[in-house]
């Protein structure tokens, strides 16, 4: 099957539905690689009435052809390289220009100030039309094809990761653990890394989102790691681990930066239900929010509900963070074939300048199914995961 015609075929039917636009102007790099395989940079997809054209420039031109088998056949998709001394912007505007088009839709999130109104200048005779999450809304559910591309993009982050948490060392700073993670991914089939891998000693856990600092792992006695790989054809992958030092700090041990008092064991069993419980509701035609609610009904009951202070996920694919997501003000309805995580996390901070207790998150991705839904992560969620493996 030709998954990448199917998607352009439906946004063109859903662009002109009601006597809408009859062409577009795709500029998000994630959205071109969407419609045409395309992984590289700096390249446009245009929709005119007659074609699609795939506008770059010289340097991306062997990619192009490389990765877009329908580039240059007869009913698939049109070339068009610009000269280096052109925009890719104008030569856009004058694909749309030439091919007759009279109203043009843009994505509204993506592009500028500053672009909108250079392309007005650029092709007057068009009419541009900035419309929201153009390509987006049609990306939340995917075909086959991205399954597989999720699920392999899986498989490499928990082979890198199964490397990684079999080598950790004592002395080992998170900074030191960040980079063996992403050398092991890279080792493991990453073309990159989805993001920078997050890796929290003791109370730093306690932060959601933080930058690998020179804290040994000596110094704590656990460890949240998160991390995600980026795949050749351009989808992610997206999971978080909280383990117990394989290295004998144990929980009750007053260390320099950690506080004791609430038990690592307790906490991650109620993060762990959490996570259970949302699991066990998702399914096509729930609402998000109600599994965002299952998750923090869970951790509310046990008194830790002002420490989850995120939303419970969000969907994945060509970006770590897309539609739909899954939070309380979300008004995404969950559908079979969208892929999303499901991450509960409880953050216990420090009190004044002293040291902090930490943080627990667990996060997998997940495929929505028409009657529940499919783990597409493997990988143990067992807190001494880390040393043995699993
Ligand atoms: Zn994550
Ligand atoms: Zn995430």
Request: aromatic letters at 6%.
């Amino acid at each position: 099957m030709n998954y990448l015609a199917l998607r352009r075929q439906t946004l063109t039917r859903n662009l002109r539905k009601d006597g809408g636009p009859d062409a577009a102007l795709v500029t998000a790099p994630p959205n071109v690689t969407y419609l045409t395989g395309f992984t590289g940079e700096a390249t446009h997809f245009v929709v005119t009435p007659k074609a699609a054209v795939v506008v770059t420039d010289p340097r991306y031109e062997a990619q192009v052809l490389d990765e877009c088998p329908e580039v240059g056949r007869d009913g698939g998709i049109d070339l068009h390289v610009r000269p280096h001394t052109r925009t890719t912007l104008e030569a856009s505007a004058e694909v749309l220009t030439k091919s007759g088009a009279k109203a043009v839709a843009v994505e509204a999130g993506r592009l500028t100030v500053a672009e909108f109104e250079l392309l007005k200048g650029l092709a007057p005779k068009c009419t541009f039309v900035p419309v929201n999450d153009l390509v987006e809304s049609q990306r939340a559910v995917k075909d086959q094809s991205e399954i597989q591309y999720i699920r392999d993009a899986v498989q490499v982050a928990e082979r890198g990761f199964r490397m990684f948490a079999a080598t950790i060392r004592e002395t080992d700073t998170e900074k030191d653990m960040a980079d063996a993670l992403d050398n092991w991914l890279r080792r493991a089939g990453a073309k990159g890394m989805a993001f920078p891998p997050m890796v929290a000693v003791g109370d730093r856990g306690a932060r959601p989102h933080l930058v690998p600092s020179d804290r040994p792992l000596s110094e704590g006695s656990k460890l949240l790691v998160d991390w995600g790989v980026d795949t050749a054809v351009g989808y992610k992958s997206d999971m978080t681990r909280t383990l117990r030092s394989p290295f004998g700090s144990a929980p009750t041990r007053r260390n320099k930066f950690e506080r004791v008092g609430y038990e690592l064991e307790r906490v991650y069993e109620v993060v762990l239900a959490a996570q259970n419980a949302a699991l066990a509701v998702i399914r096509d035609g729930v609402r998000a929010r109600d599994v965002d609610t299952a998750a923090r009904k869970v951790i509310e009951a046990a008194g830790y509900g002002e420490f989850f202070t995120h939303g419970l996920g969000h969907g994945i694919g060509l970006e770590v963070h897309e539609a739909p997501r899954v939070r309380q003000n979300s008004d995404d309805v969950l559908a079979a074939g969208m892929v999303i995580t499901v991450e509960p996390g409880v953050y216990i901070p420090g009190e004044g300048d002293g040291p902090g207790w930490g943080g627990v998150r667990i996060e997998d991705d997940v495929l929505v199914t028409r009657d529940g839904c499919t783990l597409l992560t493997s990988l143990s969620r067992d807190l001494s995961v880390a040393g043995g493996g699993s």
